[in-house]
C-alpha cells in the first residue's frame, strides 16, 4: 500500500497544469476503500482532484462538444441554431434509448463524491480537509443539479452506493428534495471554500454561490411556470424561498469584487469576442492571455499540449453550423429597442434589403457573434492566421461571404493564430460572472414582479454596456414608454450574451415557454426581393411566404419532452424507477 500511495503522489506532482484530470485511479473498489488510503489529509486533495473532470463541456472525450457542439444542453438543441443534419431534439422525435451514458456516468461520479464525503466523517482533523470536503458536496450538487434538468425526479443518494446496490433499485425521490440537497450542498460549500486560490482553476467560495443562483433560479422558475403557465405573476412559498436564494448567492458574488466582466481598452467591443479564445500563446491584439481573465468564475482549463478533441473553431468559424433569423432578429438596436415592438419598426433598424444591412445600428455582440458579409476572419491555418497582430494581418484573413446555409455565419469560438486541428486551448467557461449578474436581474424581477432601475444598473446593464457603450440602458422607463415586457427583455439580454454556451433549451424549458418557440420554423436569411437574390443565385432551399429562407420546417413539441426519456436499461434493472410523463409507452 506504501508504494500505491507513493505512486499517486507522484503522478499528481507530475501534473503540470490544472487541466483537472484526476490523479488517482481508485480501483478496484478495495483501494478506494482502504483506510490507509484515507489516513492523510494530502490523500483527500488528491482524490478530490477528479472530480473537476465532472464538468460538461466533455463528451466522448472530446472537450466544448458538450455544451457547443450537441448534448443535453447545446444550442443545436434548441431553436437558435441548426446544423447540416436535423438533430432529432430539436425537431422533436427523439425516442428512448436503449441505453443512456449520463445516467450511468453522473451516479458513477455522485458515489465518488459520497466516498470522499463519507470517510471525511471519521477523520480526525477536520480543518486538515474542508477544501476537499466542501469540493466534494459542490460536485455532487453540481451532478445532482444535471441529473434533475435531464430527468426530473431521481434517486438521492448521499453515501457510497454502487449502481447494483439495492438501494438502486427505490423508487425515485421528488425533485424539491433533491434540489434542497443540491441547496444545501452549495450553502456549506460556500462557507468551507476560499475566496481566492494559489492554483487557477479551482474552487472558491464565489464559485459555490454561483452555481447556488443557477441552481435555485432555475428550479424556482421551473417551479413558478410550471405551476402557473408561462404567465404566471404570482410565487408560491417554495418558489419565492428559492428565488431568494438565488438573489441572495448572486449578491454574495457581486458584493464580493472579485470577479469582473472581462473587458480590454485595446479590444473594446470586440471583449466580447475574444474573450472565449483566450490562451497562453499569443492570441489577440492586445496581448492578453488566460491569467488575464477576470469573469471565469470556473473554468475547465485546457492545455496547448492537452489535445481537446474538437476543432472547434472549425466547428464554429461562418457557416460551419447555421445560426437562424430568430436569433439575428433578437439583438436590439442601439436605442435599446428591439427591431420591431409595440406594432412598430424601430426607425434604427434598417431592413434586410442589403446583405449587411440589418446589422447596423444593432447591439456589437451581434457582430462578434455572427459575421456579417465582408467581416475579415481568421482560421487555425498556416494561410490565414494572425501573426503581428495589427493590421497587417488583414492581407491574411479570409473575406467572409454569404452564399451558405442558413447565410447568417458565426464569429464566436474561432481562434485567430496558427494551431494544429484539436488542439486550441482556451478554457471553457463552466460559470461567468456575467451569468451571475442575468440571474440576480430575473431573480429579482421573478421574486417581485418589478425590478428597479438601480438593480439593472448593477447587474443587466454592466452586461449590455460591456459590449455597447453607447446603448441606451434598459430601464423602467424604456420598457414603460414604448409598450415593452420587462420579462421579456431580461430573458432577450440573457439569450444573446450566452449564446452558444449551452443555455437556451434549457431555459426554454424552466420558463415553460418550449411549447411556443421550439414548433416554430428554423429560418435563415430573407432571400426574395433582397442583395442575397443577386449574390446567391443558385440558393436552392425552400422560403417561406416572407421569402426567407426555410432550414427545417415541421417541427414539433410535445410536453414530454421538457424531461428526457429514462433508458430502458436502467428501466430493466429497476422498474421502481418508473418511465417519465409522456413516454410511458
Known sequence: MKSYIKSIKLACMAMASMAMVSCLDFSPEAQMNDDSVWSKANNFQLFANQFYTYTHDIQSGASYQYAVSDGPHSDTRSDLIAGANVNVYSQGTNTIPQSDGNYTTLYRQIYYTNLLLKKAASFGNKEAIAVSVAEAKFFRAYCYFELVQLYGNVILLTEPVDMDSPKMNAQRDDRSLVIDQCVKDLQEAAKDLPETVSEAGRLTCDAANAMLSR????????????????????????????????????????????????????????????????????????????????????????????????????????????????????????????????????????????????????????????????????????????????????????????????????????????????????????????????????????????????????????????????????????????????????????????????????????????????????????????QFETLWANQSRQLNSEGCIILYDNRKWDDKLYLYPLPSDQLQLNPNIGQNPGWEK
Open 215 to 530: 441552481v435555485a433560479l432555475y428550479e424556482a422558475t421551473w417551479q413558478k411556470f410550471h405551476t402557473g403557465g408561462a404567465d404566471a405573476t404570482t410565487n408560491s412559498e417554495r418558489v419565492t424561498s428559492l428565488l431568494n436564494t438565488a438573489k441572495t448567492a448572486a449578491k454574495a458574488v457581486m458584493e464580493g469584487n472579485r470577479y469582473k466582466l472581462f473587458y480590454s481598452d485595446k479590444l473594446g467591443t470586440e471583449s466580447y469576442r475574444y474573450m472565449f479564445i483566450l490562451e497562453d500563446e499569443k492570441c489577440n491584439p492586445a496581448g492578453l492571455t488566460t491569467k488575464d481573465n477576470t469573469e471565469y468564475i470556473l473554468a475547465r482549463r485546457h492545455k496547448a499540449t492537452d489535445g481537446v478533441g474538437l476543432n472547434i473553431t472549425k466547428a464554429y468559424l461562418t457557416n460551419a453550423v447555421y445560426p437562424t433569423r430568430k436569433l439575428a432578429n433578437m439583438y436590439v438596436c442601439q436605442n435599446g429597442l428591439p427591431i420591431t415592438y409595440n406594432g412598430t419598426t424601430n426607425a434604427m433598424f434598417k431592413g434586410y434589403d442589403q446583405a449587411t444591412s440589418e446589422y447596423q445600428n444593432r447591439d456589437n455582440r451581434m457582430l462578434t457573434t455572427l459575421a456579417p458579409r465582408g467581416t475579415k476572419v481568421w482560421d487555425n491555418t498556416v494561410d490565414h492566421c494572425r501573426t503581428a497582430w495589427d493590421d497587417s494581418d488583414l492581407a491574411r484573413a479570409k473575406e467572409v461571404g454569404v452564399t451558405a446555409n442558413s447565410g447568417y455565419q458565426t464569429h464566436k469560438w474561432a481562434v485567430e493564430r496558427q494551431v494544429a486541428d484539436r488542439f486550441e486551448c482556451m478554457d471553457f467557461p463552466v460559470i461567468r460572472y456575467a451569468e451571475v449578474l442575468l440571474n440576480f436581474a430575473e431573480a429579482v424581477y421573478e421574486l417581485q414582479g418589478r425590478i428597479s432601475d438601480s438593480d439593472l444598473d448593477k447587474s443587466l446593464n454592466l452586461v449590455r454596456l460591456r459590449s455597447n457603450p453607447n446603448m441606451v440602458k434598459l430601464s423602467n422607463a424604456l420598457v414603460d414608454n414604448n409598450g415593452l415586457s420587462m420579462r421579456e427583455e431580461i430573458r432577450r439580454e440573457r439569450t444573446v450574451e450566452l449564446t452558444f454556451e449551452g443555455f437556451r433549451i434549457d431555459d426554454l424549458k424552466r420558463w415553460a415557454t418550449a411549447p411556443v418557440e421550439m414548433p416554430q420554423d428554423q429560418l435563415g436569411v430573407k432571400w426574395r426581393g433582397t
